[in-house]
């Protein structure tokens, strides 16, 4: 019978080395996942080459990894709680490294489709469990901070990694290069993990198993009736809708004494813009690391080290901008980094627009793509101080969750709509996107600021 523990352990606080050691690992395992999300953007025309699909499997094939991976985020801080963060986190690599070795041998779409979403489930898996291992490597809260802030400026790193790693994998080895990645980087997250420095108290928490696979059949319909609307499949867009009508019910009539989503922080007026904002910039981001590589190889006829390199103005933003905008957030709060970073992707996806429909050279793309980077590099750190600090007492880390759960929701719909909207030529997706983030700065605008502290 299974032990659950009650209250953390005694054991000796670990040593420097070996915390640096664990952080390293845990923040390393951080970048995996999130390079998932944007490594196989450049190699979508290979891809689609290789196994003979269409637009729509395409979509499938990167929104398959951000369905199950948002949807499954809202139970996972519950399930560290549960059966142990270390474990969970650990278990998530190895599955993750599994899926990504059998990614880089599948024979088709179909097969492929399934192992994107169980590397979903796993990174699922990772994520909340890794906050949970940091805060018991580091009780102090100085330190603790320290290396918070690490472990978030992976984030950029993978952003800025993604569509260039991608580029010169494709190049030098094709579509399956991106998956066999993950293995060695893997194996060095479970090797600098492995001890008992990392090992994290289990408790009783329960968790809604029903609704959790409602929440993921809901953005899985919609997911599909979107991209099948776009393919101009309207059977199929009708059946999903039509399951689609059936799910969001259930899901909402719920009740359980461990719901996926906390409905007190939907009450919060500043929460809701600010999870729209978050929706608003990876809709932008994905939707963008969707259609432009396409653009790039399909009708400009640029190789994939090429289109990796275009998106440089894009990613390195990511690199650069996230301290800057934390010191502006010390000093004026997030309102002002939230806003200005909408304002820029509204201009980026516009001047974006206007460049594809001028028919301009790929260089020409830039100021667009800079524009676009530094916009989201502003909002999404100071999104989390933005909702965390909204939230209701108590209820700090399901935020934390839900901003995450967000996150990767809007980056689903940004390739499902935006590819759809490609259609009728990329430049209207652009113009999509631009337009989406204007409707979320407006009511994020709306949204009555926070008291300052007296």
């Not at 910039?281 to 432009?292: E, W, Y």
Request: charged fraction near 10%; aromatic fraction near 6%.
């Amino acid at each position: 019978m299974t032990v659950v523990n009650s209250a953390p352990s005694a054991d000796p606080a670990p040593s420097r080395g070996r915390r640096a050691g664990a952080l390293t690992g845990i923040s390393l395992g951080y970048f995996m996942v999130l390079l998932d999300t944007t490594v196989l953007s450049v190699a979508e025309p290979d891809l689609a080459s290789s196994l003979g699909t269409s637009t729509a499997g395409l979509q499938w094939a990167v929104t398959g990894y951000t369905v199950v991976f948002a949807a499954l985020l809202l139970s996972a801080g519950a399930a560290a709680d549960r059966f142990g963060a270390e474990r969970l986190f650990r278990c998530g690599v190895a599955v993750f490294a599994l899926a990504s070795l059998l990614s880089s041998a599948a024979p088709g779409l179909g097969v492929l489709l399934l192992l994107r979403a169980v590397s979903g489930a796993a990174a699922a898996a990772c994520v909340p469990a890794s906050m949970a291992m940091i805060a018991r490597l580091y009780p102090e809260p100085a330190a603790r901070a320290r290396a918070i802030a690490v472990w978030a400026a992976i984030s950029g790193a993978a952003v800025a990694a993604g569509p260039l790693a991608g580029g010169a994998l494709v190049g030098a080895a094709g579509w399956r290069a991106v998956f066999l990645v993950n293995v060695p980087l893997a194996l060095a997250v479970l090797a600098l993990t492995r001890g008992r420095s990392v090992s994290c108290p289990r408790s009783g928490r329960r968790i809604d198993w029903p609704a959790q696979l409602a929440a993921v059949a809901v953005l899985a319909l919609l997911t599909d009736a979107l991209i099948a609307a776009g393919a101009r499949s309207w059977i199929h867009a009708a059946w999903s809708s039509a399951g689609l009508l059936i799910a969001v019910p259930a899901l909402y009539a719920r009740r359980s004494q461990a719901p996926v989503i906390d409905r007190a922080l939907l009450r919060s007026a500043r929460v809701r813009s600010g999870l729209l904002a978050a929706a608003a910039a990876n809709f932008a981001l994905a939707g963008a690391l969707f259609v432009l590589p396409l653009l790039l190889q399909r009708e400009r006829h640029l190789s994939a080290l090429q289109t990796g390199l275009a998106f440089l103005p894009l990613t390195v933003p990511f690199a650069v901008n996230p301290p800057l905008t934390g010191k502006i957030v010390a000093r004026t709060g997030p309102r002002l980094p939230i806003l200005a970073g909408l304002a820029l992707l509204v201009a980026g996806g516009t001047l974006l627009a206007c460049t594809v429909f001028a028919d301009g050279a790929s260089r020409r793309l830039a100021p667009g793509l800079l524009l676009t980077g530094f916009g989201i590099s502003c909002v999404l750190p100071a999104l989390a101080a933005a909702v965390i600090s909204a939230a209701p007492p108590g209820t700090a880390g399901a935020a934390g969750g839900l901003l995450n759960a967000v996150r990767q929701v809007g980056a689903t719909l940004g390739v499902a709509l935006m590819g759809a909207a490609a259609a009728a030529g990329t430049g209207w997706s652009l113009l999509l996107s631009a337009g989406v983030c204007a409707l979320a700065g407006t009511a994020f605008a709306r949204t009555r600021p926070a008291a300052a502290p007296r």
